[in-house]
């Protein structure tokens, strides 16, 4: 007889790109004759020797258990050891030691350096210690199972620590889901480590390629400026909630740590100064927010649970099941986080679910993106605290199906040896009626379309359709859009559609039968209308411009936005305008289409108003981006195969503020 730990949740050989691998496993009898009964013990994991980090103890409960295995780049083997049974495995046997019998499983770290990364950053007020709250030495509890400075250091480790759990609780969701291992890199350089207790045991210092812990430090506010109330996401009545994104963004910027010439950046930014206000408990200085603007996409979160987030991977397991009450004398209570363990799961996940909004995630029916994570510790650990269900619930956490077809498509969580170049989203998804329902067209093709109902009552999708194949243009017919979100289709009620490319692009449907109706235009016959590009929706006057079936010549006019543009008919010397009176011609003038060349669509830029437009040809021609070319983002007006380009409409002031494509059947 031989108990046998095996990790059944990869498979041996497999190449894997989180540092921290979280698996799942049990622990079996081999060769027994007789019945098994459910064990319990304990395991002795053994990372690859060169990480110089000492075996890590794991508990196991009716033969399961999850783990955390830190990895070296490169092959590793790793061994599993049964190194104690609380019972033993045969009926009416005292508990013995079992046979000495060792695993090994073999996996493979490859760390992808050329994705863009997460930073993990830490913000201090100008004049802050970077003490963050904590229960005082002089008044711990007997019993209390660590002690750990509540300094801007353990601040530093157990940031670091959490920043390693998301990566790899987000491989393992992806992996599951069908995603491969896919998850986020970390910032990462070769530093003084802290991830094992070994690392700084006695003053040792184990240089190690680790995640970065930028401390950014504000050089215009003060601690009590961070801690003012009205700036407190949870103080009711607050004048500026939400104004410490701004103070974050400032910080960062002046730092160097965010935008500049090499792309966006994405930070996740905890406030060290956050505090528990006495006697109400309130919570100063902290917002949970995630999202972007311009060049950084930023998740933000206050410091008020850290005092019970693990420092090192030793402390996993105790921190994930310290069911002590929290002391509210000196510590404040986040939602459900009234005892240690469920202070940890909201701290972590709530941060992580802003790390998903960093990564366009928007709220979701279930999962991370609701609120799921404050039983977190159930996907690192198969212990469970006394009365857990009582204090967070039943059930696992997962990143729902939707946040995961998201990161499919996110530039940081791109493979290049599996997906080749990231496609850049210029141009991204554009969606078009016909007459044979919506096209859907986007040059790395369509990943998902997400259903939202009128009047379901709630924010998140009510269905989604996955495109399996990447095809740049794909048809749907309204009836399949109705048919899956059931329930008679919504009962005839309007659909708006979210639909997201692979590159990670996106397209939004306000009404997908109105995108469908057609109009009947005298002498040119049932013409359908693009969606409008442009966000400004008061202000303008609505103009249609019908275009002849041949044009000799086209002419942007623009500066800071987009003025109008000219279509020169073929047997004609006068411009038909679409858009103001103003603005200066772009591009040299006019753009000269040469016989047989007619207009198949427009590239567009926009924000509130449209910036730039690009006229493309059947030819192939284009010409160029004319306008403010650098302004807004991208969207694409392509006629639909089988159709042609008739005219144009749009909302207008003294420059074109929205605008659309209209199209027709060809001749």
């Known amino acids: 007889m031989s108990l046998q730990p095996q990790i059944t949740s990869v498979l041996p050989g497999s190449e894997v790109h989180a540092r921290l691998l979280l698996v799942e496993g049990v622990v079996s009898l081999s060769l027994s004759p007789t019945p098994e009964l459910p064990l319990d013990g304990l395991l002795l994991i053994t990372p690859h020797p060169a990480l110089a980090m000492p075996p890590l103890r794991v508990s196991f409960r009716a033969n399961r258990f999850k783990a955390l295995l830190p990895l070296y780049p490169g092959p590793n083997d790793v061994e599993l050891l049964v190194l104690h049974l609380d019972r033993s495995p045969h009926p009416n046997s005292p508990p013995a030691p079992p046979p000495s019998f060792r695993t090994f499983f073999h996996v493979v770290y490859a760390p992808q350096p050329a994705v863009p990364p997460l930073k993990l950053a830490?913000?201090?007020?100008?004049?802050?210690?970077?003490?963050?709250?904590?229960?005082?030495?002089?008044a711990a509890g007997p019993g209390e199972w660590r002690r750990h400075p509540n300094d801007l250091e353990t601040a530093c480790r157990r940031l670091r620590m959490a920043g390693y759990m998301w990566a790899a609780y987000t491989q393992d969701e992806m992996q599951k889901g069908g995603f491969g291992f896919r998850t986020f890199r970390l910032d990462e350089a070769m530093l003084p480590d802290s991830l094992s207790q070994s690392d700084v045991a006695n003053g040792r210092q184990v240089?190690?390629?680790?995640?970065?812990?930028?401390?950014?430090?504000?050089?215009?506010?003060?601690?009590?400026?961070?801690?003012?109330?009205?700036?407190?996401?949870?103080?009711?009545?607050?004048?500026?909630?939400?104004?410490?994104?701004?103070?974050?963004?400032?910080?960062?910027?002046?730092?160097?740590?965010?935008?500049?010439?090499?792309?966006?950046?994405?930070?996740?930014?905890?406030?060290?100064?956050?505090?528990?206000?006495?006697?109400?408990?309130?919570?100063?200085?902290?917002?949970?927010?995630?999202?972007?603007?311009?060049n950084l996409q930023l998740a933000i979160f206050g410091s008020h649970t850290l005092f019970s987030w693990p420092t090192h991977?030793?402390?996993?397991?105790?921190?994930?099941?310290?069911?002590?009450?929290?002391?509210?004398?000196?510590?404040?209570?986040?939602?459900?986080?009234?005892?240690?363990?469920?202070?940890?799961?909201?701290?972590?996940?709530?941060?992580?679910?802003?790390?998903?909004?960093?990564?366009?995630?928007?709220?979701?029916?279930?999962?991370?993106?609701?609120r799921d994570y404050p039983r977190l510790h159930r996907s690192f650990t198969v212990l469970d605290p006394p009365d857990a269900d009582a204090v967070v619930g039943r059930g696992v956490c997962h990143w729902h199906r939707l946040d995961l077809l998201r990161f499919a498509g996110h530039p940081s969580f791109a493979l290049p040896a599996v997906d080749g170049p990231?496609?850049?989203?210029?141009?991204?998804?554009?969606?078009?009626?016909?007459?044979?329902?919506?096209?859907?067209?986007?040059?790395?093709?369509?990943?998902?379309?997400?259903?939202?109902?009128?009047?379901?009552?709630?924010?998140?999708?009510?269905?989604?359709?996955?495109?399996?194949?990447?095809?740049?243009?794909?048809?749907?017919?309204?009836?399949?859009?109705?048919?899956?979100?059931?329930?008679?289709?919504?009962?005839?009620?309007?659909?708006?559609?979210?639909?997201?490319?692979?590159?990670?692009?996106?397209?939004t449907v306000d009404d997908v039968s109105a995108?469908?109706?057609?109009?009947?235009?005298?002498?040119?016959?049932?013409?359908?209308?693009?969606?409008?590009?442009?966000?400004?929706?008061?202000?303008?006057?609505?103009?249609?411009?019908?275009?002849?079936?041949?044009l000799r010549a086209v002419q942007v006019r623009g500066g800071s936005a987009l003025d109008a543009i000219e279509f020169f008919p073929l047997d004609g010397p006068a411009p038909l305008r679409f858009g103001g009176t103003g603005g200066g011609p772009c591009g040299g003038g006019e753009f000269a289409l040469a016989p047989g060349e007619h207009?198949?669509?427009?590239?567009?830029?926009?924000?509130?108003?449209?910036?730039?437009?690009?006229?493309?040809?059947?030819?192939?021609?284009?010409?160029?981006?004319?306008?403010?070319?650098?302004?807004?983002?991208?969207?694409?007006?392509?006629?639909?195969?089988?159709?042609?380009?008739?005219g144009v409409y749009g909302d207008v002031g003294s420059w074109v503020l929205r605008f659309g494509m209209l199209y027709t059947r060809a001749a």
């Open 422 to 507: 990231h496609p850049v989203p210029a141009g991204g998804v554009s969606c078009l009626g016909t007459a044979e329902g919506v096209q859907l067209r986007c040059p790395a093709g369509v990943r998902v379309v997400e259903i939202h109902v009128e009047g379901s009552g709630h924010e998140f999708p009510s269905a989604w359709l996955e495109i399996d194949t990447p095809a740049p243009v794909v048809v749907v017919p309204e009836a399949a859009l109705r048919e899956r979100v059931g329930s008679g289709g919504g009962g005839g009620r309007r659909l708006r559609l979210n639909v997201i490319g692979r590159n990670g692009s996106s397209c």
């Open 515 to 550: 995108l469908l109706a057609h109009e009947t235009v005298p002498g040119v016959g049932p013409v359908w209308r693009s969606a409008l590009a442009g966000l400004q929706t008061e202000g303008g006057t609505r103009q249609t411009l019908i275009l002849p079936p041949a």
């Open 122 to 138: 830490i913000v201090l007020g100008s004049d802050s210690t970077g003490a963050f709250d904590d229960v005082p030495p002089d």
């Open 207 to 294: 240089v190690r390629q680790t995640a970065v812990i930028h401390v950014l430090r504000s050089r215009k506010y003060t601690v009590a400026e961070i801690r003012d109330p009205n700036l407190a996401q949870q103080v009711q009545g607050a004048k500026k909630a939400g104004s410490l994104f701004d103070i974050a963004i400032e910080t960062i910027q002046e730092n160097g740590l965010g935008g500049g010439e090499g792309g966006t950046q994405y930070v996740a930014a905890l406030f060290a100064d956050a505090h528990a206000r006495q006697p109400d408990g309130a919570i100063v200085g902290h917002a949970a927010l995630g999202g972007g603007t311009g």
């Open 599 to 646: 207009i198949v669509g427009f590239r567009v830029r926009s924000g509130l108003w449209m910036d730039a437009v690009e006229v493309v040809l059947n030819s192939g021609r284009s010409t160029g981006m004319l306008g403010n070319a650098g302004g807004g983002g991208p969207s694409e007006f392509l006629c639909p195969e089988g159709y042609r380009v008739c």
């Open 313 to 370: 991977l030793e402390e996993l397991e105790g921190c994930l099941t310290d069911a002590r009450p929290v002391d509210r004398r000196f510590c404040g209570v986040d939602a459900e986080g009234s005892r240690y363990f469920a202070a940890a799961n909201v701290g972590i996940g709530a941060m992580m679910h802003e790390v998903g909004h960093l990564f366009g995630c928007p709220h979701q029916a279930s999962g991370v993106m609701l």
